[in-house]
């Protein structure tokens, strides 16, 4: 049986794009369940979770997670028109590649009030895919997400089916500051789910985001004390995550 609560059964029933309409159903299935992961702080390990702490999300600290992701069945003409009836939904993270493959490299990284391409431009000048960075191109992901490609002819988003992300678009600042934020309060602390939830909830209220809520997935005990952060974006949600010590 599944569990209602589970915000990735929810992103699955809310996605627009059906995957048996795709050229391969299962892989299709599949490769929107990773990007889903990536893209919204899936709950790792606890020893992953536990290492996702200590690396804050801010640029001047900023960890690159290099994964492959996104088959290239959820990049099919079907999902195009959806994607161009609607903008980013996914501010928080963004996708750098690095090369013009959905299936290659990637480097999932928080976005920061620079522009996505900005944000990948530094992966490049730091050696994560070469140097120098060449021509970059953001376009929306089917996952709402923005993914950032090389496209030295300016036509990386149209070789892939996939809706361009203008030039000046820019992440709601209220989210970004509140993902930097609750990372750094969390940063090397062991904070009861009680004094995490409080602190959250004043963020909330700082910033003005009265839509957002935050939840708790599992049961804290003495074997996990300490909350974890985990965003679900299209939920509006902060979800506490019990992790060791």
């Known amino acids: ?90 501010h928080l993270s963004v996708g750098c590649y690095a090369a013009i493959d959905p299936n290659g490299r990637a480097a999932v990284v928080p976005a920061t009030e620079a522009s996505p391409v900005e944000t990948c431009e530094k992966l490049w000048l730091d050696g994560a895919f070469g140097k120098p960075p060449p021509p970059l191109e953001a376009c929306l992901l089917p996952s709402g997400a923005v993914g950032v490609f090389p496209s030295a002819e300016g036509d990386s988003c149209k070789r892939l089916n996939l809706a361009p992300v203008p030039a000046g678009g820019q992440p709601p600042s209220a989210l970004v500051e509140l993902q930097n934020t609750l990372a750094d309060a969390f940063l090397k602390r062991c904070l009861s789910e009680s004094a995490a939830r409080r602190i959250v909830q004043d963020e909330f209220r700082r910033l003005n985001l009265q839509e957002w809520r935050v939840v708790t997935s599992g049961r804290f005990t003495p074997a996990r004390p300490c909350a974890s952060l985990a965003f679900a974006e299209e939920q509006s949600e902060v979800t506490l995550v019990p992790i060791p010590r």
């Open 1 to 90: 049986m599944k569990d209602e609560g589970d915000p990735f059964e929810t992103l699955r029933r809310i996605n627009p794009v059906d995957p048996s309409t795709l050229p391969d159903p299962v892989r299709s299935r599949e490769a929107l369940d990773s990007m889903e992961r990536i893209l919204q702080g899936a709950f790792p390990s606890p020893e992953r979770r536990r290492f996702r702490l200590r690396a804050p999300w801010q640029a001047r600290r900023r960890r690159v997670y290099l994964v492959p992701v996104v088959a290239a069945a959820v990049l099919a003409a079907a999902t195009l028109a959806w994607a161009f009836t609607r903008g980013p939904t996914q």
